[in-house]
T-cell receptor, first 114, second 111 residues
Framework: KAGVTQTPRYLIKTRGQQVTLSCSPI?????VSWYQQTPGQGLQFLFE???????NKGNFPGRFSGRQFSNSRSEMNVSTLELGDSALYLC?????????????FGPGTRLTVL | QKEVEQNSGPLSVPEGAIASLNCTYS??????FFWYRQYSGKSPELIMF????GDKEDGRFTAQLNKASQYVSLLIRDSQPSDSATYLC???????????FGKGITLSVRP
């Protein structure tokens, strides 16, 4: 099976712009989660989508939003970019092993805000 | 606020030694526990998960869970330089709940 794919892999934006990141989950996986990773804060949960519905949400401002399509592909959007949004954005899709939802990560999108 | 703590890092061990990585969590309702490995510049990759008290072995890796003490650990036997990476502990409250990560511990295996 192909793994989780994310596009683009690298992005450079300026403050105030907006950005859209894309994630294609492993075939058959219906849940997609997004994380922000920075050296200081580690991996922080943004949100999770399951069957096109947001199922869980982290503690991020409303500038961060997402959606999921009927084919389980997901996008996240960050509006009005700030310097502090520079980070590695990771997408993970999950399957349900017996009793356990196991998340598998994509390669990430490295966002730099200038 | 659910917390996952990974302290006592970075860790350096000689090649062939046992590396012991520890993690504590605050939510007694936590049900599933994961260990991920992340090489520099790469994304996390799943090593193993555990949800029952006791030990779970997979090759050179053993995960240990003690729910009474809210403690989960990862042992790496016969450590190799290729094991040098950051190890992330993650905890979930069960199906449909989010995964909470610790900040990771960096392991260096000296040849």
């Amino acid at each position: 099976k192909a793994g989780v794919t994310q596009t683009p892999r690298y992005l450079i934006k300026t403050r105030g712009q907006q950005v859209t990141l894309s994630c294609s989950p492993i075939s058959g996986h219906r849940s997609v989660s997004w994380y922000q990773q920075t050296p200081g804060q580690g991996l922080q949960f943004l949100f999770e989508y399951f069957s096109e519905t947001q199922r869980n949400k982290g503690n991020f401002p409303g500038r961060f939003s997402g959606r999921q399509f009927s084919n389980s592909r997901s996008e996240m959007n960050v509006s009005t970019l700030e310097l502090g949004d520079s980070a590695l954005y990771l997408c993970a899709s999950s399957s349900t092993e017996p009793f356990v939802d196991t998340q598998y990560f994509g390669p990430g999108t490295r966002l730099t805000v200038l | 606020q659910k917390e996952v703590e990974q302290n006592s890092g970075p860790l350096s061990v000689p090649e062939g030694a046992i590396a012991s990585l520890n993690c504590t969590y605050s939510d007694r309702g936590s049900q599933s526990f994961f260990w991920y490995r992340q090489y520099s510049g790469k994304s996390p990759e799943l090593i193993m998960f555990i949800y029952s008290n006791g030990d779970k072995e997979d090759g050179r890796f053993t995960a240990q869970l003690n729910k009474a003490s809210q403690y989960v650990s990862l042992l790496i036997r016969d450590s190799q330089p290729s094991d040098s990476a950051t190890y992330l502990c993650a905890v979930t409250g069960g199906a449909n709940s989010k995964l909470t990560f610790g900040k990771g511990i960096t392991l260096s295996v000296r040849p």
